[in-house]
């Protein structure tokens, strides 16, 4: 029997037993696609991550990312802890990690810069690898069935319900409350029907609700709920805050702009994140999206195969 090694770290947040949780196996050597699927499965958490060395030897590593039910090409929390664990590490496939990061991903490579506090690695920020892309628009009355709410709750002020990219594709749409959203609860069946009828989402259907208040319209609270990935809600989901904060700085008026945006996550669920969003436009073009967060290391152990 074989094994390797695991590291698990909360993502998204500086106090333990918050924000998203992650596993990650920083030597995944010898593993098949199949028993990462495996392994993922059995962590059941939202993502968990396996790191194999670069095909490119002047970048860090190549990192798989799978949910518990699918392999992905790119995740915003699965990225900054994995750069938080291999940050902390004495060397990452013989390289002694510096400052600065390169994951090979399916969507493309990703750059990391890492965090410190006090000198030690405590986050990272991470530039999602794809450009900003808007996809189909929604029915409100489709988004409210997925959630249990009323159709009327379904803001169309900003933008229609639609599908956005960085990365990863996700439904997006805001509501009118707080309230509102304390109040939604996933149906999963509506969640399916939903995914027969919209391609975008290779898991699924991932739908990330949200609210702001008119007097911090950049301080965003959001849950995101993908029950057909077996992930009934998500704490702290990095590439869909990211698509949002694109699309958002999008939509204003100003062609060049710097916008600093924060995705407050989770805190129905007791796993409050804080996720952090650096947005660039010019020439009217969503140029750079960042996203960074703190991280805090929980648990060690061995997986048998």
Not at 206 to 228: E, G, Q
Not at 277 to 297: H, M, N, P, Y
Request: net charge negative; charged share 20%; with cysteine.
């Amino acid at each position: 029997m074989n094994t390797v090694a695991y590291v698990t770290a909360d993502v998204f947040t500086s106090e333990r037993f918050a924000g998203n949780p992650l596993a990650v196996i920083s030597d995944a050597r010898g593993l098949s696609g199949e028993a990462m699927q495996k392994i993922a499965t059995e962590f059941n958490y939202s993502e968990t991550t396996f790191v194999l060395p670069p095909e490119n030897p002047e970048h860090t590593a190549r990192v798989r990312i799978f949910t518990p039910t699918a392999e992905i090409p790119f995740a915003g929390h699965p990225n900054v802890g994995t750069a938080f664990v291999l940050g902390r590490q004495a060397d990452i496939f013989g390289k002694v990690p510096g400052d600065r990061l390169i994951f090979e991903e399916e969507a493309g490579l990703v750059d990391v810069q890492l965090l410190r506090t006090g000198g030690d690695v405590s986050g990272a920020k991470i530039r999602a690898p794809g450009q900003l892309q808007v996809g189909d628009t929604i029915a409100g009355d489709l988004i409210a069935r997925c959630i249990q709410v009323d159709p009327e709750s379904i803001r169309h002020t900003t933008h229609a319900p639609t599908f956005a990219s960085v990365g990863l594709p996700f439904a997006f749409a805001e509501l009118d409350s707080l309230e509102t959203l304390g109040k939604a609860s996933p149906n999963a069946a509506v969640f399916a029907e939903a995914a027969a009828l919209h391609k975008e989402d290779k898991t699924g259907f991932s739908l990330f609700v949200y609210t702001r208040s008119s007097d911090k319209p950049w301080h965003i609270r959001a849950r995101v709920f993908a029950p057909l990935d077996n992930v009934i809600e998500d704490p702290a989901t990095g590439s869909a805050s990211a698509a949002l904060g694109a699309y958002l700085t999008s939509l204003l008026p100003e062609a060049d702009v710097e916008m600093k945006i924060t995705i407050e996550q989770g805190v129905e669920m007791g796993r409050r994140s804080l996720i952090g969003l650096d947005i660039r436009k010019s020439g009217g073009i969503v140029t750079d999206a960042f996203l960074s967060g703190q991280c805090v290391g929980i648990m060690r152990g061995e997986v048998a195969f």
